[in-house]
Structures are given as C-alpha cells and as structure tokens.
C-alpha cells in the first residue's frame, strides 16, 4: 500500500480560486515533499517541508505539516489554468531495510477552469 | 530541463521481449530511483540506488533488474515482457537521497504489444 494518500483524488475550480489539497501518510518521516506532474511527464519537486516544521511557502504554494496527525495540505492561492496538473505527496521512509524509499500517494487530480 | 536523461523516450515491443531502459542522473547526484507509472497503480516506486549500491527495494517483479555504474547512470532492465509491464518508466536522481529534492526525467513509455 502506498504510505501517502491524497484527499480529494479530483478537484475542479475556477481561475482565481484557490485549491486545496490533503495528505496522510502512516509511519515516521523525515520530511515530506509536494510535486506536480504535467500529463504523462516526469513530476516537478514543489516544495520539501522538514518534520521539525509546521509551515512552508514559496510563492502562491503554502504547506502544512502536522506529525502529530500525520497529514500535510498543500494550498494553491489564485490559481491559474496553467495549475491544471497531478499533484503528489512523497514521504521518505526511514529505517529497516527500505531506508531511503521515496514514495508518492496516489495523488490530487487539479483542474483549473479558465 | 531536470537535469535528468532518460531514453529512449519511446519503445514498443512484443511479449516475452527483453528491453533496457537507460538513465543519466544530474551531474553530482549519487542517488537514483525507478518508478513505474500506471493507470491502475499509480507510481510505484521499484528501486533506489546510492553511489553504485542498491539501497531501497520496492515492488520490483523479479523478471526486473537494475544497476548503477560507476559513472552514475543506471539501467532497468524488464524480461519476459508481459502486456501488463506496459506503462511509463521514470528515473529521478537526488544529491543524497533523505534530505534532498528528487529530480525527474521524462519518462519511458513502454508499450507491450
């Protein structure tokens, strides 16, 4: 099973709204990461936000990590059409024998009607 | 541009056939991994690699193998084909691996007819 689930799996919005997307995961990380996949491209990184942390931006993106919860959000401010794209949540296993497994949830399907 | 290369970007064979997928990490970074996209599945991670050695294994079948050479770049290879091996093929390569960033590359569309 994978060790990120992403909530909703589709979400459709208008230009200028803004999206908002959800993470779960179930075992002890060290960071948790954000990238966005074009329609079958390779996945673009977003951000990484440490377990230490509890918020992150860079420009219209805002993260949350909440470890107690186990679960991270991703907000997207005045998206644009150009947002329409795939978004996943990585989680790094670590310890046992798959130390360093980096693995993605299903992820968010974003559509962004112009 | 990621940084990553990965070809060939496109291949088409038949069942039973054996293929190599090839892949040329950024310049520094000591770790790869392989996913395998689908429809059904999602992203599966199969393998990692660090510096030549293999580190994390996923759900990699094992008619699948793989390898890191010393000069870093990596190799998948998948035997004995089955229509259901057909999918998209990503390679991503980090510095290091826990801390850091993974970098992607186009893919490899496999399609097994």
């Known amino acids: 099973s994978q060790q990120g689930e992403e909530d909703p799996q589709a979400l459709s919005i208008q230009e200028g709204e803004n999206a908002t997307m959800n993470c779960s995961y179930k075992t002890s990380i060290n960071n948790l990461q954000w990238y966005r996949q074009n329609s079958g491209r390779g996945l673009v990184h977003l951000i990484l936000?440490?377990?230490?942390?509890r918020e992150k931006h860079s420009g219209r993106l805002r993260v949350t990590l909440d470890t107690s919860k186990k679960s991270s959000s991703l907000l997207i401010t005045a998206s644009r059409a150009a947002d329409t794209a795939s978004y996943f949540c990585?989680?790094?296993?670590?310890?046992?024998?798959?130390?360093?497994?980096?693995?993605f949830g299903q992820g968010t399907i974003l559509t962004v009607h112009p | 541009d990621s940084g990553v290369t990965q070809t060939p970007k496109h291949l088409i064979t038949a069942t039973g056939q054996r293929v190599t997928l090839r892949c040329s990490p950024r310049s520094g970074d000591l770790s790869v991994y392989w996913y395998q996209q689908s429809l059904d599945q999602g992203l599966q991670f199969l393998i990692q690699?660090?510096?030549?050695?293999?580190?994390a294994k996923g759900n990699i079948l094992e008619r699948f193998s793989a390898q890191q050479f010393p000069d870093l770049h990596s190799e998948l290879n998948l035997s004995s084909l089955e229509l259901g091996d057909s999918a998209l093929y990503f390679c991503?390569?980090?510095?290091?691996?826990?801390?850091?960033?993974?970098?992607f590359g186009q893919g490899t569309r496999l399609t097994v007819v």
């Open positions: 936000i440490r377990s230490n942390e």
């Open positions: 690699y660090y510096n030549g050695e293999e580190r």
């Open positions: 990585a989680t790094i296993v670590l310890g046992g024998t798959s130390y360093g497994k980096l693995t």
């Open positions: 991503a390569s980090s510095v290091a691996g826990v801390n850091t960033e993974a970098f």
